[in-house]
């Protein structure tokens, strides 16, 4: 086996995401937490008999999603980086559960942007990246959106030079 | 193409090369919804018998019904005969069916990548057969295109068209001989192998053990060649697989449900009753096991000897082809350029018969169809393990199958922990809610919880043994090999050309012990091949020399002692 003594670590990609992208985390993570509990709030008020256990419920849901929000987000920034360089492309994403997704150039088959709304609000995009595998796509989100339409246009340029079909 | 589309003309040929599928298609669809009506009829005339009405009365209720079904069944299926479409042009294979709704299905001829003749027995009666052309396209039904019904011979040569890689169409000398059983005899379509000039896998391959007869061809690397055939003493493996058990309790499923139709299921619920009232129940649940073993087996002789009639699996002009099936006839194929890899599957029970099957690693494969029986990526039924080796190594063009001379290296220690406490918690848990309701309830599950306890932990504990013991990874020549699995064992070869990216993942418990989780993404299949809790420094070498040069630029390296197993970086805790 390689590496006797040597040992070998993954190093982290290049480039942190946007420092803004913390702030479009917790502001999902926020309204997870808020549209369910003001659900359970109506119900509350609609429901009489069952008034108690809502409102049990929904302080748990928004003690749980507070905290959430205030971790979670700055956990993510730390973790999730990305790089493209010649040859691949390289990103790693999570929080607790950690992935790190490497794929060639040669093998890249789309690129695609997305922006949902809350991102265009903090002037962010995701960008997705396809191979022909079926174990799903990299995925780096919390780009500004000007470098994200310019990775796109540079990806997709390098790999539409790759011949094959790319499986 | 949208010029071409223009009012189908008549029937048959069109202008533009649109063809009609089989007329016989009304009258399979008739006998077909005719079959289904007659056999509902059975259960609705025992209920409308339970009626006090005459028997002529219901029995003329019943054939009103049994036409008007039949009738617009075949007059739906004639609408949809009558326009829907197909042409092949030098380019794409094109479906469309325009009346009312306009559909058109598109698909281009290079990227087709397997096509699947199947005949059930009533379309064998009527010498058509339903053809299903797959494209590399995963998932989704856009990824394969049917045409139903065609005619027989005629489907034998557009199967042979389709997946000649020239792409042009092929002028075929004679018609091949076709037998009335399926199974098509050799087509001597092609006067040359055009697609690989005398490839090196038909050179050495076939050995006198693998009982394939050569196709006795002239001449240098034969455009047809056998790699395996039925033998009927693989039968014996049958019984021991998970449709036995399946097939049993389906049995009893099956019993109570006819019963029910005929009014008889309180009548065969209080035999059994007194059954229960006469019998210890443990001499009685014996039996009951005793009794659905023997269906099950029976099941699964029968099962085995209609889908595996006949079976063939050969080599044609770069396609592999296993041709087999009693009733329903099933000829599938697969280009070889498809091919990424090969997996050897050993499920509990025949591993300990040392049999094995085989899979093919392919992208484009068609996923399995619910009415389907078997997998199409099955290559060989459980057969003698080496047989299943020699099979998988004739199948990659290798002298010796990956998965078998592979030097596989294990997993670190802490690996077999992590697999030992999900037994313990698989048993634990369950075992723990049982004990808690007894406590609260009643003492009865108090007992089921500590007999769960005995009987399953020691079960658990020996697959999660067996699962750490099957964990192993390896590189042979052009191939890397996972092995992985709880009681059904898979040894799975991946080209590591075919290798289309990596994907490492760690939990908060792997990074603590060192391990992650390495995935190489391909378009095979379901798109990646784990190997599971390898050693973090030791997964990310093996990847690097597996795919060189596509995680190099990314690693780190230290060459200080090994002191313990260093985090990987940014745990960000």
Known sequence: MPGQIETVRLRPPANRVERRAVWWWMTQDLLGAVIPAVALGVLAAVIAPARSWLQFAQVIVLVVGVVYAAIVPFWRYRVHRWEVTEDAVYAKAGWLWQEWRVAPMSRIQTVDTERGPIERLFRLSSVTVTTASAAGPIKIVGLDHELAAELVRRLTETTQAAPGDAT | ?573
């Open chain 2, 1 to 573: 193409m949208s010029e071409g589309a223009s009012e189908p003309m008549g029937h048959g040929e069109t202008g533009d090369g649109w063809r009609a599928l089989d007329r016989r298609s009304p009258a399979v669809t008739a006998m077909l919804t005719a079959g289904i009506a007659l056999g509902s009829a059975v259960p609705v005339f025992a209920s409308v018998r339970g009626d006090d009405r005459p028997i002529w009365q219901a029995l003329a209720v019943l054939a009103v019904g049994f036409l008007v079904v039949v009738g617009v069944a075949a007059v739906l299926e004639r609408l949809r005969w009558k326009h829907t479409r197909y042409r092949i042009t030098a380019e794409r294979v094109e479906l469309r069916f325009s009346w009312i709704v306009h559909r058109l299905r598109s698909v281009p001829r290079d990227r087709i990548r397997t096509v699947d003749l199947t005949a059930n027995p009533l379309l064998r009666l009527f010498g058509v057969v339903k053809m299903q052309i797959g494209t590399g396209q995963q998932g989704g039904q856009h990824g394969h295109l049917v045409l139903n019904p065609l005619d027989r011979r005629q489907a034998e040569l557009l199967r042979v068209e389709l997946l000649s890689h020239a792409g042009s169409p092929v002028v075929p000398v004679a018609p091949p001989p076709v037998s009335p059983t399926g199974p098509t005899r050799q087509t001597g379509i092609h006067p040359v192998d055009q697609f690989r000039a005398a490839p090196a896998q038909s050179a050495p391959a076939t050995t006198g053990t693998v009982p394939a007869r050569r196709e006795a061809q002239s001449g240098h690397g034969p455009p047809i060649r056998t790699i395996a055939g039925l033998n009927w003493s693989w039968i014996r493996y049958a019984p021991v697989s998970v449709t036995t058990p399946i097939l049993g309790a389906a049995a009893f499923g099956g019993l109570l449900q006819i019963s029910e139709w005929f009014g008889l299921q309180r009548t065969i619920l209080g035999g059994a009753g007194d059954l229960l009232r006469e019998l210890p129940v443990f001499p009685l649940v014996v039996l009951l096991v005793a009794v659905g073993i023997v269906v099950g087996v029976i099941g699964s002789l029968a099962l085995f000897v209609e889908s595996w009639w006949g079976y063939r699996l050969t080599w044609e002009h770069g396609v592999f082809r296993v041709r087999r099936g009693l009733l329903t006839s099933r000829s599938l194929t697969l280009d070889e350029r498809r091919l990424r890899g090969v997996e050897v599957v050993e499920p509990i029970g025949a591993r300990l018969l040392r049999a094995a099957k085989v899979d093919a690693v392919a992208t484009g494969l068609r996923a399995m169809g619910r009415d389907e029986r078997s997998d199409p990526k099955m290559l060989l039924p459980l057969a003698p393990r080496a047989l299943a080796h020699r099979v998988a190594a004739e199948i990659v063009g290798e002298e010796q199958s990956p998965t078998e001379s592979v030097r596989l290296h294990r997993h670190p220690p802490a690996a077999r922990g992590r697999r030992l406490r999900w037994a313990v918690g698989s048993v634990l848990l369950p075992a723990a809610v049982l004990a808690l309701l007894g406590l609260l309830f009643t003492d009865a599950l108090l007992n089921v919880a500590w007999i769960v306890l005995v009987v399953l932990l020691p079960v658990a504990i020996a697959l999660g043994l067996d699962a750490y013991r099957n964990l192993g990874h390896g590189i042979t020549g052009e191939y890397l090999v996972t092995r992985y699995g709880a009681a059904s064992r898979h040894t799975v070869a991946l080209r590591r050309s075919g290798v289309i990216g990596w994907t490492i993942t760690s939990s908060p418990f792997q990074r603590r012990a060192g391990l992650v989780t390495l995935a190489a993404t391909t378009a095979a299949q379901q798109g990646a091949y784990l190997i599971r809790d390898i050693g973090t420094s030791d997964g990310l070498a093996f990847a690097e020399e597996a795919v060189p040069g596509l995680l190099t630029p990314f690693l780190e390296r230290s060459s200080e002692g090994r002191d313990a197993h260093p985090p990987l970086p940014d745990t960000a805790t």
